[in-house]
C-alpha cells in the first residue's frame, strides 16, 4: 500500500522572512568558511618562513593542501557561497577534480620534506599525534581520491554499486577526510614549533579557527546526502 508520506524541501514551514534569513546565514558562514581556509593558509606560510630549512616547507604545503585547496574543493558545490555556484556541475565536478589533485601533490610534498627533515636531523619518526594523525590522514586522503576515481569510472571498473549510492560513499568518505585533517591541524598548534611562536590569545584563536570551516562542510555533506525530513499530505 503506498505511503502519503513525501520528503520535504529545505526551508519548508518557514515564512518568507524566516526564509531569506536562513539563506543569508547559510551564505555569510560559506564566505566567513572561505575567508577562514584562506587566511589560515596565508598565515602559516607566513609563520612557517618557506625555504628557511628543510621542516618549513611541511606546514606551507599542509596548510594549502588541507586548509585552502580540500575546504575549496568541497565548498564550490555550494549554490549559496561558492564563487563557481554560476558553473556547470561538470564543470564543477572538473574543478573538484583539480582541486583535490593539489592536495595530493602539496599533502605528498609537505610529508616528504617531513621525512627528510626527521632524517637529517636525525629525529624518530610518528612519535606525536600530529605525526600519526598526519600519516593517517594522508593515507585516508589517498583511499578517498581511489574513491572519486570508481565514481567518476563505475563502469570502467565494473563496480557493481548504484551511482547514488557511489556518491554517497564519497560523500561520507570525504567528510570522514576533512574532519580527520581538521583535527590533524589543530594538533599541529600543540607543537614546539608553533607555540614557540603563536602564543597567547592568539595562539588560542588559531586553536579554534579551523573548526569554522569543518562545521560549514559538515552541514553542507549532511544536508546534501542525508534524508530530509518526511512530511504527512
Partial sequence: MPSDVEYSPVGEGLGMRDFWLYVWLRRA??????VTGLGLTLTISLLSRPGTSLFSWHPLLMSVAYCLCLTEGILLFSAEGSPFCFKSRKCKIRLHWFCQALVLIASASGFGFMVASKNVSEIPHLVTWHSVLGVCTLAATVLQAACGVCLNFPKLLCLPSSLPKLKLYHATCGLVVYLLS????????????????????????????????????????????????????
Fill in 29 to 34: 558562514a560559506l564566505i566567513a568558511a572561505h
Fill in 182 to 233: 581538521t583535527v590533524t591541524v589543530v594538533s599541529a598548534m600543540f607543537s614546539d614549533w608553533f607555540q614557540a611562536t603563536v602564543k597567547g590569545v592568539v595562539w588560542w584563536v588559531f586553536l579554534l579557527l579551523p573548526f569554522f570551516p569543518a562545521l560549514v562542510v559538515m552541514n553542507q555533506i549532511t544536508s546534501a546526502y542525508l534524508p530530509r525530513k518526511k512530511i504527512s499530505n
